[in-house]
Structures are given as structure tokens and as C-alpha cells.
């Protein structure tokens, strides 16, 4: 367990490893507007599925270069919530599978627990299937 993850089973009073499945990572990607993808950090995103289900006919991710430019956030302390503009966000359907969810707070080594219900309210979010599926 790394020094991080053992000051967050200090503070969540939780065992962090279990709740390492319940922890998302945001993807900003561009067609012809910025989309932002929340999905489990074991996860990789299919531009393909999320294009669709954007209605873009292709998706690419945005350089980390211009990451902070787009949300005003720096790379690794990016959030769904908050950005400087309000971008459309889609949530990966397995989030409904937990209690909670984590995601990060806004800046390094800050991260903020909370339903998946009030995380899509946060972001005005869908649910949907933007993986690849394992079974491949």
C-alpha cells in the first residue's frame, strides 16, 4: 500500500484497497466540441462506443498539453466537477455498482467520495457503456 493510499484508509476509515474499484478517472476528448468520459481507472475508454453515444462520428483524447488550457486544471488534478466551462460528460454504467464512487478533488492528492447519483447531478451526467469490453 503506497503512502497515499494509506493516508486515504486513515481518512476514509476504510480499508483503500477495497475501494480501489470504486475510483474514476476523468478523459477529456475532442470531436467537434470537448466531451469529458468518467470511468474506472482499470478501465480504457473505446472512442468508438463514446463517439456514439456523443453523436461525434470519431473522438480524440486531448494532449496533455492543453489539459489545463480546456479545464483549468493540471494533469493528475483534473475533476469532472468544477471546470471552467461546463462540458458534456458521460459516466461509464458500471458506476451504479457501488455505494460510492472516488474521484478527484481538483488538485493533487485531493479526492472526494460521493453516490454515483449525486456525482452525475454534480455534472448534469449520462450513463453509458464507453469501454471496451473484456470478453474480446
Not at 474499484?21 to 468518467?38: H, P, T
Not at 463517439?51 to 486544471?73: C, N, P, R
Request: proline share 1%; with cysteine; net charge positive.
Amino acid at each position: 500500500m503506497s503512502a497515499m493510499s494509506l493516508w486515504m484508509a486513515c481518512t476514509l476509515r476504510t480499508n483503500w484497497d477495497s475501494r480501489m474499484n470504486s475510483r474514476l478517472r476523468r478523459l477529456l476528448c475532442r470531436g467537434k466540441a470537448y466531451y469529458v468520459f468518467v470511468l474506472p481507472v482499470d478501465k480504457e475508454v473505446d472512442l468508438k462506443k463514446a463517439a456514439h453515444v456523443v453523436g461525434e462520428k470519431s473522438l480524440a483524447m486531448v494532449h496533455v498539453k492543453d489539459i489545463q488550457a480546456v479545464t483549468g486544471y493540471i494533469r493528475g488534478g483534473c475533476t469532472s466537477i468544477g471546470m471552467k466551462k461546463k462540458y458534456r460528460t458521460v459516466i461509464h454504467e458500471s458506476a451504479k455498482e457501488w455505494a460510492t464512487v472516488i474521484v478527484s478533488g481538483g488538485r493533487l492528492g485531493s479526492q472526494i467520495l460521493l453516490s454515483p447519483d449525486d456525482l452525475v447531478k454534480a455534472v448534469d451526467a449520462e450513463m453509458a457503456d464507453i469501454v471496451f469490453c473484456e470478453n474480446k
